[in-house]
């Protein structure tokens, strides 16, 4: 479990500024993986008071754009964000209610899909997600 000097560290290591939003924001991505916008705006201001809907979106833009933060968007689904970042694991997504888990690669190191043509592109990263239902909607499906 990572510690407020742990995450001062990671904003030290990339060249941020230390603030209390940004490791505000820092704790509450890694409590809550994949967490929403809105869920982040929620725990920071219950932790820090008075903090702007407009200061929690640029601590995420400064902390995705920095590598901190990895940002995924599954179609459907508002932009999410986590702190696993850089080994571009994959995630599997409940059609019906829409929770996310992490999966790792299938076979072998980030990335793991190796285009069949890469058409000339100098490829860094590879999505998958995986799409399904959750347990708990299957469940309820089926009963
Ligand atoms: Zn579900
Ligand atoms: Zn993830």
């Known amino acids: 479990m ?3 000097s742990d995450f001062e560290r ?3 290591g990339v060249a941020l500024r230390v603030t ?3 490791v505000a924001v820092l704790s509450a991505v890694h409590d809550q993986p994949h967490a929403d916008t809105d869920s982040i705006i929620g725990v920071v201001r219950a932790e820090l008071g008075g903090v702007s809907h407009q200061a929690v979106y640029d601590v995420l833009r ?3 754009v920095a590598g901190l933060l990895r940002r995924i968007e599954p179609p459907g689904s508002v932009a999410r964000y986590e ?3 850089g ?3 994959h995630h599997v997504v409940c059609r019906s209610c829409g929770a996310i888990a992490d999966v790792d690669c299938a076979v072998g190191p980030a990335p793991c899909l190796t285009p069949s043509d890469d058409h000339g592109f100098a490829i860094d990263e590879a999505e998958v997600i995986y799409w399904g239902l959750c347990p708990a909607c299957s469940s309820s499906r089926s009963s």
Do not use: E, F, G, I
């Open 62 to 64: 400064a902390l995705t």
């Open 2 to 4: 990572p510690s407020t």
């Open 10 to 12: 990671m904003l030290r």
């Open 87 to 89: 080994d571009n694991h």
């Open 20 to 22: 209390r939003p940004r």
């Open 83 to 85: 702190t696993r970042v």
